[in-house]
């Protein structure tokens, strides 16, 4: 724009570009922002990882307390039925094979061998298997499907003939 001025005005520069030390002092404070940010990303992922492992380990060992109870209360059952059966037909009650596999899967689940009272249920466990297997038919469950092969189909005789799904689609000669 022109003021009626001879002079030359001085041009100033908009593109933000410094100089020496304050150049120097902003290159510096970015790097020290950035290395804080990671710094708090890291803390933040070390803070999340621990959280996730504090709530599997005490939700599995939950769980496998839970399955600890049931299984207690499953085999209590099963000697009630054991007394209620030998009282009634004078004959030792064998628990049905899928019931001891069963059992035995639940305490593999949360068997710790540290626990005393997880060995009496392994020998409990243990005596329900033994006895399972004296049943006739106790590997039955266990031994492999039995393939039946299907015949295959016959041909019709008398074939329909083959519809065009779609009418608009004519086959052409050739």
Do not use: C, W
Request: glycine share 4%; proline share 9%.
């Amino acid at each position: 724009m022109f003021n009626g001025s001879s002079e030359r005005r001085v041009k100033v520069s908009m593109r933000g570009k410094r100089k020496g030390p304050e150049r120097k002092g902003i290159v510096n404070r970015a790097k020290e922002q950035r290395e804080a940010r990671a710094e708090e990303r890291n803390r933040r992922n070390a803070a999340l990882l621990l959280q996730r492992v504090y709530r599997g380990r005490s939700a599995t060992g939950a769980a496998r307390r839970r399955r600890r109870d049931d299984f207690d209360g499953k085999v209590r059952d099963i000697e009630r039925v054991a007394a209620i059966v030998q009282a009634q037909t004078k004959q030792a009650f064998r628990a049905p094979p899928h019931i001891a596999a069963a059992l035995a899967r639940d305490l593999l689940f949360f068997f710790d061998a540290e626990l005393d009272a997880d060995a009496a249920r392994l020998r409990s466990v243990a005596v329900l298997l033994r006895d399972a297997a004296t049943n006739p038919g106790f590997f039955a469950p266990l031994a492999a499907p039995q393939v039946s092969r299907r015949p295959k189909p016959k041909p019709d005789p008398n074939p329909k003939p083959h519809r065009n799904p779609n009418p608009t689609l004519r086959p052409t000669a050739s």
